[in-house]
Nanobody, 119 residues
Framework: VQLQASGGGLVQIGGSLRLSCAAS????????MGWYRQAPGKQRELVAT???????DYTDSVKGRLTISRDNAKNTMYLQMNSLKPEDTAVYYC??????????????WGQGTQVTVSS
């Protein structure tokens, strides 16, 4: 499977964006899927994950502001981003976490989509 992230852009503080992650094939059989991000000068970090059953998990800094979801019928995962802050500025990637550690991923990293939050 290949995943392609899109939907990034420039947004003001407090604004919203919706990222999409389109898969090249049916994702129903994929257990966990996740969003990751890498800010300038920082290591890539896990932002959120969602299981095939819809169970979600978030890093503390985005809880209450970002919402991960998936539509198996459309082979697409989403990240709804609200109340954006400058520290959310990063390149956002989607990938499939390893079963034994969500910090490790199954696929090569794609190009990602840039999110820039400014005043």
């Amino acid at each position: 499977v290949q995943l392609q992230a899109s939907g990034g852009g420039l947004v003001q503080i407090g604004g919203s964006l919706r990222l999409s992650c389109a898969a090249s094939r049916n994702i129903k059989s994929i257990n966990d899927m996740g969003w990751y991000r890498q800010a300038p000068g920082k290591q890539r970090e896990l932002v959120a994950t969602i299981s095939s059953g819809g169970n979600t998990d978030y890093t503390d800094s985005v809880k209450g502001r970002l919402t991960i979801s998936r539509d198996n019928a459309k082979n697409t995962m989403y990240l709804q981003m609200n109340s954006l802050k400058p520290e959310d500025t990063a390149v956002y990637y989607c990938n499939i976490p390893m079963a034994w550690s969500k910090q490790w991923v199954s696929l090569p990293w794609g190009q990602g989509t840039q999110v820039t939050v400014s005043s």
